[in-house]
């Protein structure tokens, strides 16, 4: 017995490893996706018209798709398959797919209809810009918004997988996303009045596969996908208890894409090449996250649960105070390295072609603002964690949502003053707020030190700035004397090998700081790397 759960937790292990590496490939693929645009659009107003093109479907796709089928499918669809052992639960629980996939193809259907027709309306509210930009944007949008329609059934797709543990294929489906739109861009830009339209076309034939790609996977587990009539879609048991669960999460949800569709808004007025090199810079600070950040949240998950349903609390907040070390130890060295080389790194993943060296400083303007936010991004992403191991989801949604308004209300300060750089910093400042208020709703169930935790999270981060700008000063000391090296190269060449020469410096004398000083972390890697060779040696 004790045999089999070793073995289903390693397997759970390396089924968890596999999806970190499919992720970290997928984020890496979305940067190449940027770099594409980046190479074909440059920030243009035709780059800004893409960008709120694909925003548009894309706010209804988080805000319906991805919400149901993480918050509300999953869990609904567990509860049938444990009764699916017999005969009359299997029926049940396919018919309760059926409603399901009808019930989805049929709204969004309808969602995607609507927006076709009055695209040319939204497009207005997002841009100030006239004449044919305004109706390149109106003719982009129409063209991705069937987009929601073919990722909702993906969603779908991936919440039967998911519920039956399978998480491979949908781990892999944005990874064809990712190729299917930088091969659409390359193939049909020289067939297509504009590269816009190739990139979108992209969009669409990606989606599409996205859904196409997870069907063979759950007809294979003898699930069938069949429509059911719209009268019992909406009076299946089932999906009327969907519905019932995404009501109080879709208020949370709202807030959240409603502070996306300001701040697109906001940038789409605020200049040229505003909304695209703000999201050429997030596109950057997320790779950086799906790294670390994502990656430690959902490692930690399971652990929390553990700890919270013993009533071990005292566990519960050793990792907690472990994992936000971790996390001021990789992103706060990270966002100085990244503020005093920034136009570097931009150069080297986007410039080319249509992206100049105006691209580079206006894209620099938001993305010098989102890294500073870098800390705190990461740090909501753990502490979450500890409130959904409490089966506490109201707690965070609540301080996303005063989050969310914050970012609002300092945006629309800062934007006319500072442009894109207001709208990044608005970000910034939000996520502090952010970060404050789930250690405030934290500290009100009286089981997690939050207040140690705050303390050691503090003194801990102030250790790592200082080690940061003591890492720092030989790499501004040497920077421009290694990059004038290689000037001349290609942007890889030039760009590259300073970037990866200044970076190992400034990491060695960090670790040698880390080492010089008896970092616990460095101790706890240490023991856990000696263990890891003693266990093998064993084997």
Request: aromatic fraction near 6%.
């Given at each position: 017995m004790l045999y089999m759960k070793k073995?289903?937790?390693k397997s759970l292990f390396a089924s968890g490893v596999k999806l970190s590496f499919i992720t970290l490939f997928s984020r890496i693929l979305g940067v190449i996706r940027e770099a594409t645009k980046a190479d074909f659009l440059g920030t243009t107003a035709l780059a800004d018209a893409f960008g709120i093109a694909f925003t548009i479907p894309n706010l209804f796709r988080r805000l319906f798709a991805e919400n149901s089928v993480s918050v509300a499918f999953i869990p609904t669809f567990k509860e049938y398959l444990d009764n699916s052992n017999t005969e009359e639960g299997r029926k049940t629980t396919q018919d309760f797919i059926s409603a399901s996939l009808t019930l989805v193809s049929f709204l969004t259907a309808l969602v995607v209809i609507i927006g076709i027709i009055v695209a040319p309306f939204i497009v207005k509210v997002?841009?100030?810009?006239?004449g044919d930009i305004i109706q390149e944007t109106a003719l982009l949008t129409r063209i991705m918004f069937p987009y929601l329609f073919v990722i909702s059934v993906a969603a779908l797709f991936q919440g039967i997988l998911n519920g039956l543990k399978i998480f491979t294929p949908s781990g892999f489906t944005p990874i064809l996303f990712n190729l299917c739109v930088i091969g659409g861009t390359y193939?049909?830009?020289p067939y297509t009045a504009n590269p816009a339209r190739a990139m979108a076309i992209g969009v669409i034939v990606g989606g599409t596969i996205?859904?196409?790609f997870q069907l063979p996977f759950v007809l294979k587990n003898n699930w069938k996908i069949n429509f059911s009539s719209i009268k019992k879609a909406f009076s299946n048991p089932g999906t009327r208890k969907v519905m019932s669960l995404i009501g109080p999460t879709i208020i949370g949800m709202a807030a959240y894409q409603l502070n996306d569709a300001v701040s697109i808004a906001l940038a789409g007025n605020a200049g040229t090449g505003v909304v695209s090199s703000l999201q050429y810079s997030l596109r950057l600070q997320e790779l950086i996250l799906g790294i670390f950040a994502v990656s430690i949240g959902t490692v930690i998950l399971p652990d929390l649960t553990g700890f919270a349903k013993s009533q071990n609390w005292q566990e519960f907040n050793?990792?907690?105070?472990l994992a936000v070390r971790i996390i001021a130890l990789i992103t706060i060295p990270i966002t100085f390295y990244s503020l005093v080389t920034g136009e570097h790194i931009i150069s080297l993943v986007y410039k080319n072609n249509k992206f100049t060296d105006e691209s580079v400083s206006l894209t620099m303007e938001a993305f010098k603002y989102h890294i500073i936010g870098l800390f705190f991004i990461a740090v909501n992403r753990i502490i979450s964690p500890a409130f959904y191991a409490q089966s506490n989801t109201k707690s965070p949604t609540l301080a996303g949502i005063i989050g969310f308004v914050s970012n609002i209300i300092i945006a629309l300060i800062l934007v006319t003053p500072m442009a894109g750089g207001g709208i990044a910093l608005a970000l910034t400042i939000a996520s502090g707020i952010n970060t404050l208020f789930l250690f405030i709703f934290l500290a009100k169930n009286g089981t997690v030190s939050v207040l140690q935790i705050a303390k050691d999270m503090i003194l801990y981060a102030i250790k790592m700035i200082a080690f940061s700008l003591i890492a720092l000063i030989p790499v501004l000391f040497l920077k421009d004397k290694l990059f004038n090296m290689?000037?001349?190269y290609n942007r890889f060449i030039a760009e590259g090998i300073?970037?990866?020469l200044s970076a190992l410096l400034f990491a060695l004398i960090g670790i040698l700081l880390l080492v010089i000083t008896k970092d616990p972390l460095v101790k706890?890697?240490?023991?856990?790397?000696?263990s890891k060779k003693e266990t093998s040696a064993e084997e």
């Open positions: 073995k289903e937790k997002f841009t100030n810009a006239e193939l049909l830009s996205q859904a196409l050793k990792m907690l105070t290689f000037t001349g300073p970037l990866v706890l890697a240490t023991k856990k790397i000696r």
